[in-house]
């Protein structure tokens, strides 16, 4: 038998399975050159970032589907006259003392009553047997100065009964003042509502270097982000322990967190008005320790810009300077439009970093 022939044929087929393997390799890098030029073509059909930087400022650009999807609305700001917000602590007070004054007063007034009647009855007996004493002697000498001495007795009574009024009225004066002691003495209409739990009295502290006095009307925060008005009473004696200044007295509708000793911050509007524009609070965001609202500055285009937040006022804040009634800013969505910058300028940097 002749081997070459064999040979010749296994040689072929080793040939031509090298040969495939060969092709095969090719076809792999190719594809794999294809792949990385499609993804730099892609690069660089990729848009431009949405995020970019104006004028110094931050402008975030976002398709309509995302606005829709951060919940987004904006709106004009509008010119007002206003004061100056300050906020200061306040705590709402026990007025058990009071009840227990209120019953002690009504027992001793009931006391001092008794004793009046009874002098009057002594007095027009002491008057009776004197009369007779003197016309006809018809009584003895000792029977008229015995109804002398219980007259002396009861009156002296009646005297220190009504010293021990004074002396409370004194004591729940210097505690209260002078018209919360009006109210507890003539047991008024506003310390029985006090008293039954529809009001309730609070403590609101002034620094003592404040250069404006209390206003009439202040506006409470509750826990729970909301507020009730209360109104001024008087000056309050007492100081509270935790800060050094003046104490005024505020009457405010009872709720179920202003319980006796809950501490609460109180919102005054203090100077002289000033005209300006309201920044409303929900348009503020926080960041890197600055306050910033966004503005709409195109249909798509959003600009972050800092604001001043050193004279808050009801409901915002107050700017003089730097905004017009022309500028929309964002009043709904504005945090989730923080949150969105953060989260695209993150993506950015990592891709930076990739490449």
């Known amino acids: 038998m002749n081997p070459c022939p064999r040979l010749a044929t296994i040689?072929?087929?080793?040939?031509?399975?090298?040969?495939?393997?060969?092709?095969?390799?090719m076809g792999a890098c190719q594809n794999g050159l294809d792949k990385d030029d499609a993804d730099r073509h892609a690069q660089g059909k990729k848009g431009p970032s949405p995020i970019s930087v104006e004028n110094g400022q931050t402008v975030l650009t976002l398709d309509t589907p995302t606005q829709n999807r951060l919940g987004l609305e904006v709106a004009t700001l509008t010119t007002t006259l206003t004061?100056?917000?300050?906020?200061?602590?306040?705590v709402v007070l026990s007025v058990q003392d009071l009840a227990t004054f209120r019953n002690g007063y009504v027992a001793a007034q009931a006391q001092l009553q008794k004793s009046n009647v009874e002098v009057d009855v002594a007095r027009k007996e002491y008057t009776r047997l004197k009369t007779l004493f003197e016309q006809n002697q018809n009584i003895s000498e000792k029977s008229l100065q015995s109804a002398e001495g219980t007259l002396r007795a009861i009156e002296a009574d009646a005297r220190a009964g009504e010293q021990q009024l004074n002396l409370q009225e004194s004591v729940v004066r210097q505690e209260w003042g002078g018209v919360v002691a009006k109210w507890a003495v003539e047991s008024s209409p506003e310390l029985q509502r006090i008293l039954d739990q529809r009001e309730v009295l609070v403590q609101m502290t002034m620094p003592s270097d404040a250069t404006f006095g209390a206003p009439k009307f202040i506006s409470l925060e509750i826990p729970g982000a909301t507020r009730t008005e209360a109104s001024l009473v008087s000056t309050y004696p007492r100081v509270d322990p935790r800060i050094q200044g003046r104490s005024f007295l505020y009457l405010a509708p009872a709720h179920l967190v202003l319980t006796p000793a809950m501490n609460v911050l109180a919102h005054l509007s203090v100077g002289s008005q000033m005209k300006g524009l309201i920044v409303p609070t929900s348009a503020v965001v926080w960041s890197g320790g600055k306050a910033w609202v966004y503005q709409q500055t195109g249909p798509d285009r959003f600009t972050r810009r800092a604001v001043a937040t050193d004279m808050p006022v009801e409901n915002g804040f107050l700017v003089v300077a730097g905004f017009s009634t022309r500028d929309h800013l964002v009043t709904q969505g504005a945090q989730a439009l923080l949150s969105e910058e953060m989260l695209v300028h993150g993506q950015g940097t990592r891709e930076t970093d990739e490449n």
């Open 83 to 90: 004061r100056s917000q300050v906020t200061l602590p306040a």
């Open 11 to 25: 040689g072929s087929i080793g040939i031509f399975i090298v040969t495939l393997l060969m092709l095969t390799f």
